[in-house]
């Protein structure tokens, strides 16, 4: 994807938030929030951002956007989880914290492919190198990380916002950011699109985020 971007005249940057949340102490946004100013750090103070979320991480994006040195754009959500209006967010629902809670060992969670039946995860990648790559990335959270709230400061969304839906479940997440005002569109496909069809899914991303070239105050 980041290729891709970059090959249409993006400037693209991909934090590693690897070693950021695989720590054990609560609370983890901050440190998710300074390690991607840090990754962006080299850009010129004037360059306006535009923030590209995926999944959970939608979550945080709040919070990064008020911790930012240099200018938020926009801010795309790729068939992610969307902030509460007004603070905070838990980072899991109870019943989704309750069906994680039987997955812990020693305070940890294995890799999150192995949450859910292999049927429904094997469908997500295009082939089993793909999955491989994916695997060897995937950290084991502290249980910790979901039970954290996640602040929403007021004004982070005074500024363009879109979403891009992949499908169910996260169409209830395109309806409600439909009703916030955002603009939204569909590529079809499962929850890991990106890596089955990153050209479909490259070009709906620069073609929502086209005009948003002036950071918001």
């Keep these: 994807m980041a290729v891709r971007l970059a090959?249409?005249?993006?400037?693209?940057?991909?934090?590693?938030?690897?070693?950021?949340?695989?720590?054990?102490?609560?609370?983890?946004?901050?440190?998710?929030?300074?390690?991607?100013?840090?990754?962006?750090?080299?850009?010129?103070?004037?360059?306006?951002?535009?923030?590209?979320?995926h999944s959970n991480a939608g979550l945080l994006v709040p919070v990064v956007v008020r911790s930012m040195r240099l200018p938020v754009a926009g801010c795309l959500f790729v068939d992610a989880s969307l902030p509460s209006r007004t603070g905070p967010t838990p980072a899991a629902s109870p019943e989704r914290l309750a069906y994680l809670r039987t997955k812990v060992t020693r305070g940890r969670l294995p890799q999150w492919t192995t949450w859910w039946d292999e049927e429904d995860v094997a469908q997500l990648f295009p082939d089993p190198q793909t999955r491989k790559a994916v695997s060897a990335e995937q950290p084991?959270?502290?249980?910790?990380?979901?039970?954290?709230q996640i602040p929403v400061p007021a004004g982070w969304d005074h500024r363009p916002c879109g979403y891009l839906l992949f499908g169910p479940p996260y169409d209830r997440m395109a309806l409600e950011s439909r009703n916030r005002g955002w603009g939204v569109a569909e590529v079809p496909g499962g929850h890991l699109h990106q890596l089955v069809d990153p050209d479909a899914v490259t070009a709906r991303i620069a073609a929502m985020t086209a005009t948003w070239g002036s950071p918001a105050d």
Excluded: C, K, M
Aim: net charge negative; charged share 15%.
């Design 7 to 53: 090959a249409s005249g993006a400037r693209t940057v991909v934090p590693s938030l690897i070693d950021v949340v695989g720590v054990d102490d609560p609370p983890f946004w901050p440190r998710v929030s300074a390690a991607i100013n840090e990754s962006v750090s080299h850009l010129p103070r004037s360059q306006p951002i535009v923030l590209v979320a």
């Design 140 to 148: 084991w959270l502290p249980f910790s990380y979901y039970e954290q």
